[in-house]
């Protein structure tokens, strides 16, 4: 059985766990969005959009991922407004358990609950840039790793070029740690500088108090 995915709901956005009912809506919003998102991928068509649910499904039943999409609660219907997710979850042994050898990425059953994990493969429909919705599906999942699962830390990252994911995630109280050079193909297939970021479970109490007055500042939308 995978991590299980609950639904999240706050003023601005819900958070759901992905399916693929929810194709229809993400092509909308990729259709419009893929232009002009250059340094996140974003399926470009159907198809791609169709492989990119079933291959997040498939990371999800293996334990490795867990995909979300988010609906806008300010609008009627809730329509879809876009995807993020939990990655790169590691496991880590317990106090009485001997360390891994050789080092690495623990192995938990599908359906454990992580120690550490990421937050990305986050992307929005642009009529919700800045507007507050992003920040709370941050909050949501921020809530529900550190007091739901008790992780040590969450990790988020971004193409080292893209100046406004940076700036969002410094926003957030989340600390830099460095950059990780020709990290992975970036979306124009050069090599892509990785910008690294955390927050650990000490830290999430300042970090939740600045995202909360981050969306009472946008509580008039």
Same mark, same amino acid.
């Given at each position: /059985? #995978? ?23 993400? &092509?909308?919003? #990729? ?6 998102? +250059? ?15 079933? %291959? ?10 867990? +995909? ?25 042994? %317990? ?6 050898? +050789? +080092?690495?990425?623990?192995? %938990? ?14 992307? /929005? ?89 981050? &969306?009472? #500042?946008?509580?008039?939308?």
């Amino acid at each position: /059985m #995978a991590l299980d995915r609950p639904k999240l709901r706050g003023r601005l956005v819900v958070v759901e766990p992905l399916d693929e009912r929810h194709v229809d809506g993400l &092509l909308v919003v #990729a259709e419009d969005l893929s232009p002009h998102a +250059p340094w996140t991928y974003v399926p470009a068509t159907r198809e791609e959009l169709e492989r990119y649910v079933a %291959a997040s499904l498939a990371q999800w039943e293996a334990g490795r991922e867990v +995909p979300f999409v988010c609906r806008d609660a300010s609008q009627p219907g809730e329509p879809v407004i876009g995807t993020t997710r939990f990655l790169d979850l590691d496991y880590w042994p %317990a106090p009485d358990e001997p360390l891994p050898w +050789p +080092p690495g990425v623990a192995q %938990a059953p599908v359906g454990g609950i992580p120690d550490v994990a990421e937050i990305g493969s986050t992307w /929005m429909a642009r009529t919700v840039h800045g507007k507050g919705h992003n920040a709370e599906a941050k909050l949501l999942l921020l809530g529900l790793a550190f007091e739901g699962w008790g992780v040590r830390r969450i990790t988020l990252k971004t193409d080292v070029r893209n100046a406004q994911s940076r700036r969002a995630i410094l926003a957030i109280g989340a600390q830099f740690e460095g950059i990780r050079r020709a990290h992975v193909p970036a979306t124009d297939r050069t090599a892509r500088d990785s910008a690294y970021y955390s927050i650990l479970a000490e830290e999430w109490p300042v970090c939740r108090a600045l995202l909360e007055a981050r &969306l009472a #500042a946008n509580s008039s939308l």
